[in-house]
């Protein structure tokens, strides 16, 4: 029952039906939870839906039942960097070669993982860019810094190679300095849409080193002017009320934060904030295009938000567009988010955006009439005998309307043409799912599978739409030649001559496995060699004697 629905699941996920794929194998997994196979293919079927946190999960249930299997770790890896998790998927691609070190997937997800990372080393480089040193002296949480000769010669270090900072991050003064660059000390906290520039819990203060006798005495840090102060606290009053969800007490506040500090990017994204809130989108994104702009100071210089900040700022413009339904502006804001900052969170979002626009994509395209135009033109090149022209037009008309079942039958009639019949089955089931009482998509969907030579599936199909139309007589026609196919495979089989790929197709069919893993049906097929008469009292059985009649018609059981 667990490889059945396996199989169920392996069919699903070729057919990019992920959600009945993940049925069908979560299936299979509590049947069979030591199979490490099974978690496998979960796990890449949630990561085809952008579900990334189940697809880990997955994965490294994959690696604990089978530590020794380099596509778990490959599973792991993709999962980790969907996640935006690079040196965890790096790890993960590392240990998969040290199990399969001529694995290609494991080497091209490595490289693509250090490629990610590089990047990200990249952007830190351009935060080191310019006059650090300056900054170091004037800014008030860095001027303490100055006059340290260990930490500039750090900062000129990693200045010249980015990647050294890595060495670094166990200083408090490097990430003190980090902070500043990306702008982290008045930078906004929390969830994706709410202001929360609220003090998290303070950590305990690194310790400082012992005082030699060249150090200067600590300087105390400068008192803000007074207009910054003023612009806090009226910042801080804002947020209070914002948490009470009083929207037009925190924009008053906010408001008065700004007259104080106009050109202070967290308190407009807060301000934007409240406007999401409010549902007034419109602001709420003009708010965040005034964030993502340059502004010209007083002085000539140019202020630009940091990469934290400009992510933000295009994540929450982009969560308005989504509350609008613009998901092409949507998506063009989380991709220039993550292009700023790599975040699990907005690429989930992203993938929601265009799973979105494609639907309704979908859904505008439609047009009956235009899809009744494309159906002529098919039928017309049907008749020249021009098939692949045909395929195109059908196949068009059902983009444009693919609610008629009558598209896809003509679609697998051509396909059957062109010996695409596995092509030609799955329309004929398309079909048959939009309209279950066609008999036209039974007697095609029959056909086909008689001269794939399973035949035991075209009686079953045939024995559906005899249902249907008892009187059919192209369905009378059709089960009679089955029947003679099957009297000649049986014919051959005696002779010796077995047609091993009818067998083998069979055998992979999970219904006949179903029935050959039955202990009963062991039994059965037991007695039928050694025990002839016992052998009859189990055909009493409609069951048996039905699975008996399907491994005759598949050509797995010889009748003599």
């Known amino acids: 029952m667990a490889l059945e629905a396996k199989n169920k699941g ?39 839906l952008k579900q990334y946190d189940d697809a880990l999960k997955d994965a490294e249930k994959t690696v604990q039942l089978k530590p020794d299997w380099g596509k778990g770790y490959s599973r792991l890896g993709f999962a980790h960097y969907s996640l935006g998790n690079i040196k965890e998927a790096i790890e993960s691609y590392d240990k998969g070669l040290k199990v399969e070190p001529t694995n290609v997937q494991l080497q091209q997800g490595l490289q693509e993982a250090k490629n990610a990372l ?12 310019g006059d650090l040193i300056t900054k170091v002296r004037t800014h008030p949480k860095l001027v303490q810094y100055a006059n340290q000769p260990d930490f500039i010669k750090i900062v000129e270090e990693i200045q010249a190679n980015p990647k050294s900072v890595a060495k670094y991050l166990q200083d408090h003064r490097v990430m003190t300095l980090f902070s500043v660059l990306i702008g982290m000390d008045q930078a906004n906290f929390g ?24 150090a200067p005495p600590k300087p105390k840090e400068p008192e803000l002017p007074p207009e910054k102060k003023e612009s806090n606290e009226a910042k801080e009053r804002g947020n209070q009320l914002y948490k009470k969800r009083d929207f037009d007490g925190a924009l008053a506040e906010y408001d008065k934060a700004l007259s104080h500090d106009p050109n202070n990017f967290s308190i407009i994204l807060n301000k934007a904030a409240v406007y999401f809130e409010k549902n007034e989108h419109d602001k709420c994104i003009e708010l965040c295009k005034q964030v993502i702009t340059p502004i010209t100071l007083e002085d000539g210089s140019t202020k630009y938000a940091d990469f934290q900040t400009s992510a933000k700022a295009y994540s929450r413009m982009a969560n308005s567009y989504m509350k609008l339904e613009d998901y092409d502006n949507a998506i063009e804001a989380y991709n220039k988010s993550l292009t700023e900052v790599s975040n699990g969170n907005i690429l989930q979002s992203l993938r929601k955006a265009e799973k979105l626009k494609k639907e309704r994509d979908a859904k505008a395209y439609i047009d009956p009439q235009i899809s009744q135009q494309e159906k002529e033109k098919g039928n017309e090149l049907f008749k020249k005998q021009d098939y692949p022209e045909a395929i195109k037009a059908y196949s068009e008309a059902i983009r444009r309307n693919p609610d008629d079942h009558v598209l896809y039958s003509n679609r697998a009639a051509t396909y059957t043409k062109l010996g695409e019949f596995q092509l030609g089955l799955n329309d004929c089931d398309e079909a048959l799912k939009r309209n ?40 009378r026609e059709g089960v009679n030649r089955v029947v003679s196919l099957i ?3 049986q014919e051959a089989a005696s002779q010796g001559k077995v047609d091993k790929e009818a067998v083998k197709q069979a055998m992979a069919d999970p219904e006949i496995q179903h029935i050959l893993q039955d202990s009963r049906m062991r039994e059965v097929l037991a007695d039928l060699q050694s025990d002839p008469t016992r052998a009859q009292h189990h055909l009493s059985d409609p069951q048996i004697l ?3 009649q399907k491994l005759v018609s598949a050509g797995i059981l010889q009748v003599k």
Do not use: C, W
Request: charged share 25%; proline share 10%.
């Open 546 to 548: 039905k699975n008996i």
């Open 118 to 129: 590089r990047s990200e080393f990249d952007q830190i480089g351009n935060l080191f860019r």
């Open 436 to 475: 279950p009482n066609f008999v036209k998509a039974y007697i095609r969907k029959a056909h086909l599978e008689t001269v794939m030579k399973q035949y035991h599936k075209a009686l079953e199909t045939y024995d559906k739409a005899v249902k249907l139309e008892p009187e059919n007589e192209e369905i």
């Open 487 to 489: 009297n000649q495979q």
């Open 10 to 48: 392996n069919a699903a996920f070729q057919s990019g039906n992920y959600e009945e794929a993940v049925k069908y194998f979560t299936e299979a997994i509590n049947l069979d939870p030591n199979n490490h196979i099974l978690y496998s293919n979960r796990s890449g079927a949630y990561a085809s």
């Open 191 to 214: 969830s994706e849409d709410t202001p929360m520039d609220f003090p998290r819990s303070t950590p305990p203060p690194s310790p400082s080193p012992p005082p030699t006798k060249e």
